[in-house]
């Protein structure tokens, strides 16, 4: 296990014993092949620690909950499909995440 994929499940262990519904809110996480198809047509590639993190969890289906304070961890493909609107509509590329 990496470093990043340590401290994740550290926090996982948080939020189980302090906030169950965000636990019960992360959906299982997506393998290679299936990140790889949801980004295929991205105009950049992910680093490695992207990769891995959605292949710990695909963010959340909860809406109303959160990661960090405010932050909702977004799914993949709603990560994805937010960078495509804010491009398309304000001219330019947020970073991704």
Known sequence: MSELTD???RI??????HKQLYVSSLQAGLSCEEIEEKVKDLP?????????????RNGMIDEDSS????????PLEE????????????GFVLPFG
């Not at 590639?45 to 710990?56: G, I």
């Not at 990661?67 to 977004?74: A, E, I, M, V």
Request: glycine letters at 0%; aromatic letters at 26%; hydrophobic letters at 45%.
């Open 79 to 90: 990560a994805v499909e937010v960078r495509k609107i804010v491009s398309d509509n304000y």
């Open 67 to 74: 990661f960090f304070y405010d932050y909702r961890f977004l």
């Open 12 to 17: 996982f262990k948080c939020l189980q014993r």
């Open 7 to 9: 401290a994740l499940d």
């Open 44 to 56: 950049f590639h992910l680093t490695r620690e992207v990769y891995e993190l959605y292949q710990w």
